[in-house]
């Protein structure tokens, strides 16, 4: 292992002259959500300042770090400091921070916080994890996210990386698969399977070659976990398979992974090159004579292919179909052959688990749930990003302390995607546990946490789910085929106003039906949005059939525009804006809106709210 | 047949092994790389490749959304409707895209100018609600807004 000493001192190296660089170094958040509010911008700009004004800086793309309502995120390390970092960052103010900031002169730009780890505050600057968001976090599976380089391999070594690989091949596989079942660790997939446990079947199972895969697919729409772990840590993921090939006996490994992640594909090819040139991964891996090699495959766009047996059939080029189990991957799996099947947070987990052990990691999370969760906070709330706090968190603390809350009043939270439920605010004291969610009537899932307000009807999510699971339904069983598209069918009928009281029994019963007669999970969980939104919203159902009425004014059918006379300014801006000439009026003059020639589009509502001159005096009811 | 269709088809194909069907998705995925979609020419070239009927073929591709079988505009709109978007009124914008342009999702504009589609989560629900324009992605749209960038595009 002197080898591995040799890469580890060079690894070291560089990162602290990094730290401890004589120039100024700027690091950047450029994971795709970071470029889509406007990273790329931010680095040509930063380029083209540097180069005008002659700074000899270093710059570096570092992956996200989590509060996504505060990107683009930009640090800077100016030399003899830690790194500062900056919020909501666009070109001008990445000018005056590299001008202004810099050069030490008087600014009004302050940074967010540092990212000294051991320090609380420097120069009147708190540290950036003592924000409300990040404060009751706990970062295990996230720890290098937006920290370091993640096409740098030099930079995850240094911060541990690989000693836990290092670790693990000294324990041999009982002793991995050991150490996994200590920590009690369960698939962070959605099913929450105890990890070491299949593990152990898989090594049990008879047949070669066995085959390691890792389920890359993220088919909850509106989940984006994986994703960013990938982007802003792929060595994790990989030194985590690395250690599952050789626990279960796998030569070879397949990464699925959705097409639609184009910069966490380019960021694990860089990752799996690198790894080879180091002896991580490849042929004789740190000289132990262990091989493992990594394939990527791209999935093509069905949810069903995140279910394990259809995943199988896609990479063997065939259409993602389910099919029954028994017989489980572990025994017969891909091409036959033993499998096992693991979602990317399990696997990233496994390095740190093996590095500080099974018992360490046991004391995070609940009885029954140990260790911690990522979760997309999204929806309407406040502090929007990527999360990770222990299991056994309550919602009430994920989503008002560090998500802030919402800003109109709480209605209900989404967890698990298509296949879980609406929690509403009874449930807000819940620990968030693989055990409670499931009592609750919703899932763990893979992490969406969607919190929704009084702007959100609930039918119309529950119409909004089974259009999804209706679609991607794979129509191999007739229950789930049929039954979805029914479900949806009088969901419809509901937000159009022509519900009748019956039909809540109706879709009851259906989705009782369909859970229980489906062969797989997207079929066995697709009611669940139906039956918890009729279980703890049942009043808005009631308001849809009795009163052809939606609380919310979501649905369209169900409501109207009008114009507040005595508040409208006159202004004509929702003339300018309605595309059928539905509004009008004289300048300065209360307008009129014709609901004959309305077709809902919503443009004057949204320029009579936010335009200056105009008086918020558009209301939909 | 399209004479450039077919030759970049056969290139892509031949870096396949014949008959070998498990490649199926990766060879739809190359060839629809380099030619921006599936053309019946092209599947007809994999058909033969790979000795598998059409069918089989059409069978395997309809099944995964990511496979287009019509040519595409100059600009392509990807509309999220993931449930970040949805929440956020994601649906308002695709009304507003289909009435525009007058079209339905997997669809392309008379004149070629846009292509349109629907996705399920683009990765940045922050922003939601988004659309990708290109390799664009507008976020924290509006009716309004949505309208104006349309114009912008030629
Ligand atoms: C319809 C459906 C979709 C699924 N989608 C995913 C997914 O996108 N990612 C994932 O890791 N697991 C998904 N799963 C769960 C997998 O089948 C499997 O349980 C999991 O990948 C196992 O890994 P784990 O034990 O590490 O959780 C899905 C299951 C079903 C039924
Ligand atoms: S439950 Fe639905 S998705 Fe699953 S195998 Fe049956 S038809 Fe296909
Ligand atoms: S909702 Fe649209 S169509 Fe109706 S009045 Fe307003 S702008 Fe005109
Ligand atoms: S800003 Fe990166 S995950 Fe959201
Ligand atoms: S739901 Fe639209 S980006 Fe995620």
């Not at chain 1, 017969?332 to 052990?357: D, Q």
């Not at chain 2, 399209?2 to 014949?18: W, Y």
């Not at chain 2, 020419?41 to 009927?53: M, P, Q, Y």
């Not at chain 2, 308002?92 to 996705?119: M, Q």
Request: proline fraction near 5%; include cysteine; aromatic fraction near 8%.
């Amino acid at each position: 292992m002197n080898n591995f000493e040799t890469i580890q001192k060079k690894a070291l190296y560089e990162w602290q002259s990094l730290q401890e660089n004589p120039e100024p170094v700027i690091y950047i958040g450029m994971g795709s959500c970071g470029i889509a509010s406007g990273a790329d911008k931010v680095w040509k700009q930063v380029q083209e300042t540097i180069s005008k004004e002659k700074i000899n800086a270093k710059v570096l793309k570092v992956g996200c770090i989590g509060p996504c309502y505060l990107e683009p995120l930009l640090d800077i390390q100016k030399p003899g400091f830690p790194r500062f970092s900056f919020n909501n960052v666009d070109e001008q103010k990445t000018i005056r921070l590299l001008t202004e900031f810099l050069n030490g002169e008087e600014s009004k730009l302050k940074p967010l916080g540092h990212l000294d780890p051991q320090q609380k505050e420097i120069d009147g600057i708190r540290s950036f994890w003592d924000q409300p968001m990040l404060k009751n976090q706990e970062r295990i599976v996230l720890r290098n996210c937006g920290i370091i380089d993640p096409e740098n391999i030099n930079h995850y070594i240094a911060r541990d990386g690989f000693k836990g690989l290092l670790k693990a091949l000294n324990l041999g596989p009982e002793g991995i698969i050991d150490e996994i079942k200590k920590s009690g660790l369960r698939g962070r997939g959605g099913a929450g399977f105890p990890t070491g446990l299949k593990w152990q079947f898989c090594r049990e199972a008879k047949g070669k070659p066995k085959y390691l895969i890792c389920n890359a697919d993220e088919g909850d729409p509106g989940a984006f976990m994986n994703r960013s772990l990938m982007e802003g840590d792929p060595f994790a993921l990989l030194e985590g398979m690395v250690i599952a090939a050789h626990a279960i006996g796998a030569n070879t490994g397949y990464i699925y992974i959705r097409a639609e992640y184009p910069l966490a594909i380019e960021r694990l090819k860089i990752a799996i090159t690198q790894m080879i040139d180091l002896g991580f991964l490849g042929k004789n891996i740190l000289d132990t004579g262990f091989s493992f090699e990594i394939r990527l495959k791209e999935g093509a766009g069905a949810f069903v292919c995140g279910e394990e047996t259809a995943l199988i059939a896609s990479i063997e080029g065939q259409r993602g179909m389910p099919r029954s189990r028994p017989p489980f991957p572990a025994t017969s799996g891909l091409y036959g052959n033993p499998t096992n099947i693991n979602n990317v947070e399990t696997l990233a987990t496994i390095p740190k688990i093996l590095r500080e052990g099974g018992n360490w990691y046991a004391g995070f999370g609940t009885k029954t749930s140990k260790g911690t969760k990522t979760f997309a906070l999204v929806g309407k709330i406040r502090r929007a990003g990527l999360i990770e706090v222990p299991m056994g968190t309550t919602l009430r603390k994920i989503i008002f302390d560090t998500g802030g809350g919402p800003i109109k009043p709480f209605k209900a939270v989404q967890t698990g995607g298509p296949s879980g439920g609406c929690l509403s605010e009874k449930f807000l004291d819940l620990p968030v546990d693989f055990e409670s969610l499931t009592q609750a009537g919703s899932i763990m899932g893979s992490g969406g946490l969607i919190v929704m307000d009084e702007h959100t009807c609930m039918v119309d999510v529950a119409k909004y789910f089974l259009k999804f699971t209706s679609q991607e339904s794979c129509g191999k069983c007739v229950p789930c085929r049929i039954g979805t598209t029914r479900i949806l069918e009088i969901l419809e009928k509901i937000t159009q106003g022509k519900g009748e009281i019956k039909d809540l029994e109706i879709l009851e019963n259906l989705g009782d039906t369909v859970k229980n007669s489906s062969l797989c999970g997207l079929g066995q969980t697709a009611p669940n949005p139906v039956l918890t939104t009729i279980k703890y919203f049942k009043d808005e159902y009631l308001e849809h059939i009795e009163n052809k009425r939606c609380p919310a004014a979501v649905c369209r059918d169900l409501v109207e525009y009008r114009v507040i006379k005595k508040k409208c300014t006159g202004c004509q801006r929702c003339v300018n804006v309605c595309p059928t000439g539905a509004i009008t009026g004289p300048r300065s003059e209360p307008h009129n809106l014709d609901l004959s020639k309305c077709i809902k589009c919503r443009a004057c509502y949204e320029i009579c709210r936010f335009d200056a001159i105009a008086g918020d005096a558009i209301v939909i009811e | 047949m399209d004479v450039k269709i077919a030759n970049t088809t056969q290139s892509t194909l031949n870096k396949f092994p014949q008959k070998d069907k498990s490649n199926l998705i990766q060879i739809l995925q190359a060839v629809q790389e380099k030619d921006d979609f599936l053309s019946p020419e092209a599947i007809g070239s994999i058909s033969k490749h790979l000795r598998v009927s059409r069918s089989y073929i059409f069978g395997v591709a309809t099944f995964y959304s990511q496979f287009k079988f019509n040519p595409p505009g100059r600009h392509s709109i990807r509309i999220c409707l993931g449930t970040a978007c949805h929440v956020q009124g994601g649906d308002f914008l695709l009304n507003v895209l289909t009435s525009e342009l007058d079209i339905t999702t997997g669809e392309t504009t008379e004149d070629g100018k846009f292509d349109l589609d629907r996705v399920a989560c683009l990765g940045c629900c922050a922003l939601a609600p988004v659309v990708k324009i290109d390799n664009t992605i507008h976020s924290r749209m509006s009716v309004v807004k949505l309208k104006e960038i349309l114009d912008g595009y030629e």
